[in-house]
């Protein structure tokens, strides 16, 4: 089931709305909730719209749509038809409330608070993937999820670093390398003048008199 | 960026409201014409600077006023009027603040200092015995016709002591860097106070609320909040027992819980909400979303307590509207046949606790008898023969500390509570108020609530349905910063105490006060010192915000200038809230001797350092004038409820009281609910119970003192204490007046005990024939009550010279300047002061 969510704007990561989360969800979700304000502050216009992250015991499913990010944290069993389903839901329903004020910029952080009672609501409906409703829903073919980007959260957050870091090793390493072909070759024409200069000077000396003196003679 | 600042240019630093207007005019044009940042005393000169403005100081504010110092001498009756005057002002030197704003100084109503003249020194405050403490009540709500606090746009605060930018902060180096008035760090100031980056236009930082006002809020940013800002959340739990229904409490709670719907805090449709009747079970009752039948759901199973169900117990007001009207309509009729004994007040409590879980909010919980089931249950403790005996105060001690550690375990949960008791039955409110107290909530308390009685029942309406209506704050801490050199000791209230200088505060009631002691730790160097209090604050509406109030004091070294500037009301609210800590935490005794001490030590260090007959005894007693009112005002707390010896105060009317004493804000505290204010209504000025033309404001009659002395055989009087009211009736009481005010033959057909105060004029704003006089007294009640912030409707009793006895002793009891069993009078009580200084004993 969906534990949590959160609305944030993608320009700035400002929280917009966010549920209340009555039960002892608050302090098991504390660390997720962070990685979530960690994924807004990487996200940008040019970000996958659609991704599943996955973290310890949950998914974290986000969705870009118009400037806003709508973010749950799901249970891994929960489907993921029907978390895009519950977002888009949010995510139109937002739009038509609020769409409008998203890029004011002196906006106060969750300035749209009073759309948790939706979010809960919406939630409840929700609840059970195994409702009538929610079953119809799953096997409705609304969206290929299969086709929605899966990625973990250790991979974001840390390897994607390293990744960053890695490729900017290789990137400097052909650079370099580029460069050492470069002076390698002409350290070689060097090397060769050197060694073979002087024989070749003398030996064109010699051909040239042995020249005047044949045609002299 | 000339162009956006120009140091002591006309438009901003100088000049100050609060220069005396009476100082000599030779002394002010050369010190206004200094730019203000001269002011700062810089790095390089600091000791010079600040004794050459000193020297100013006492020539122009602080000093001038010497000859002018007048003492009064204490005999006679207390010159009462004087409560009504303002505080004494805080004579701030020139240039203090930056920006010439009316709002730029603390009003006392948010802020109030003791002392408005500090002691350099922790020596000069130990000689002047005086009290050094200030009175914050940082949610005030504005009044009528007020206008709200500013909103300032971004935070700027200082980098090494956090201090919020305020109006005392002084810009240095042409502008570009601002000092810290606490810690005198020069910190930055930020581009956003020149350049408005949005619409990227040149701003005049001089008009930045926080330069101008010293009451601000501000809109907290991301890194303020450690979640989404919380809903308003209520859970109600009704006690539904035999006693409760035997005085037809449900029925009133429901509809007056039904009442206030539309008032409870509900701007953004998030506020819940949810009820449990408690009596020897727990009821809950359920609605499911759009449906319109309340489903009540019994747990009477206590081992380990458990919610029926797991959703819809907390319902949101707007959605489950229909359900909770439906249910709060029928409440009365399900438990009216109830005859369970037994309160499972604390099972109660635990589930409630389940429901809110990390969400917080606020448990108000109604109750008619003590709880007796379930882990935390109390044992009646016979009241009657203890009263009146040193073993009163062990009465006064919880039973035990399941309570203080609930309270302590809700706090950091964000729950807060309320504790309403309703009833005669002894409530053990001794140990439930603990609830109350920790977690910064109230105590009501309703000893002669009856279904039956209308007044009683009215007021209790009006009461709970304005504290549900209130604009609470939610999740709070308040800090409080000083100058260096100072240190805030102790605070009284009801808060939870999380470190030195910061208070936890699930629930911020508007008006409730806070009281610290403050000491003098290093010698004072600065000419003025400064407080700021920082309350971050989830608002009801869903914003989290930050009130910040500073408040600027000037310090002194004349022993003089401490005393006469000292603020007797302030002074008396904070011995008396002292008194009560102690009271529950020591004795009773301890805490009226420690009170009379206090008085005689105050009384004596003045006369040793301040007049001239230092030593020797005197046959006359002196004291500051901003000090005269000081014992009549000790002598009142001595005799109130809360501090009251005697063995007719039952302990729940004391907690009650006491709980009150500790939350009231000064002007609230001391007048009118310790020292009562007493009108005569038979010889009314022309004006009085009119509007003035000019304020528009009910002009009051003058005040009387508080003793039997002034009433009259032939007269009628109004005795008003915020929470009470009595008409006073004579024996010989003018037939005409009596029937112009209550449309009664003559006063003996006035009848005796509690009346609502009937409108004779129909609600109309003219008087109606015959009835002019009952127009304007209910226009004089109307405007003592609003003069509380209608934090009460008095219940009036009607007290006849030769009537009900009860009512009679309630009435003397609140005339503080005669002699009764529990103190001596006023004459009596200076008399001993004298005997005791004159002998050397303090």
Known sequence: MVKSTIIARVADGLPLAASMDDEQAESELAGYKSQAKAIFKKLNAQSETRCSIESGPYYLHYL?????????????????????????????????SYGGEVEKPSLRPYAFIKFDTFIQKTRRIYEDSRTQQNLTKLNEDLRDVTQIMTKNMEDLLWRGGSLDRMSSLSDRLRDESEKYRKDSKRLRLQALITKYGIVAIFAVILFLVFYVVLRIF | QGGFFVPGAGQAPMSQAQVPSNAPGHAAPGYLAAPPMSMAPQPGYPAQQVDGLTQQLSQMGLGQGQQEYQNAVLSGRPPIAALDEAPPATRLPAGTVCVPSPHALCPPHVKRSTLNAIPRTDKLLKKTKLPFGLLITPFKEPEAGEAPVPVAPDIVRCRRCRTYINPCAQFVDGGRRWRCNMCNLHNDVPMSFDFDLVSREPKNRWERPDLSCSVVDYIAPVEYMARPPMPPVYVF?????????????????????????DRIPNVDGRTKIAFIAVDAALHFFQVRPGSAEPQQLVVSDFEDVFLPSPTDLLLNLSECREGIESLLSRFEGMFQTNHSVGNALCPAIQAARKMLGNLGGKIIALQASPPTVGEGKVELR???????????????????????TLAADCTRAQVAFDVVSIGQQPMEMATVACLARYTGGSVFHYPSFMAARKPEVDRFMYELSNHLAANIGLEAVL???????????????????????????????????????????ETLTAPVVYFQAALLHTTSYGERRIRVATLAVPTTENIHTVFHHADQVAIASLLSKKAVDRALAAKLEDAREALQHKTLEIIGAFKTECTQSSSGATTQLQLPRSLQLLPQLVLACLKH????????????????AMNLVLTLPPELGVQPYIAARLYALHELPEQAGYSDAQTGMTVLPPRLGLSAEVLAPHGIYLLHSGHDSFLWFGRNARPDLCHALLNAQDVSTIPNGVISFPDLSGGADTPAQGFELNFRVGRIMRHLSELCYGLWKPVTFVAKEDGEPVIR????????????TSAPSYQQFLSQLRDKINRGSF
């Open chain 1, 64 to 96: 870009l749509d118009q400037g806003v990010c709508y973010l749950c944290i799901c249970d891994k069993q929960f489907p993921r038809k029907l978390a895009f389903s519950y977002l888009d839901e949010l995510s139109r329903e937002f739009y038509m």
């Open chain 2, 237 to 261: 739990i009704i006690d539904v027992s035999y006693a409760s229904v035997q005085i037809g409490a449900p029925g009133v709670i429901a509809q007056t819980i039904l009442s206030s719907l």
């Open chain 2, 382 to 404: 016979p009241e009657g023969k203890d009263l009146g005996t040193p073993r009163e105060s062990d009465l006064l001690r919880p039973q035990n500390s399941w309570y203080k």
């Open chain 2, 479 to 521: 800090r409080l910063r000083a100058s260096k050199g100072l240190r805030m000791a102790a605070y009284y209230g009801n808060f939870f105490l999380r470190s030195l200088d910061l208070l936890s505060l699930p629930s911020v009631t508007p008006n409730h006060c806070y009281a610290v002691d403050v000491e003098v730790e």
């Open chain 2, 641 to 656: 409820t809360s501090l009251r010896s005697g063995n007719n105060i039952p302990v729940a009317a004391r907690m009650a």
């Open chain 2, 809 to 820: 002793l309630m009435l003397q009891q609140r005339l503080v300047e005669d002699m009764d």
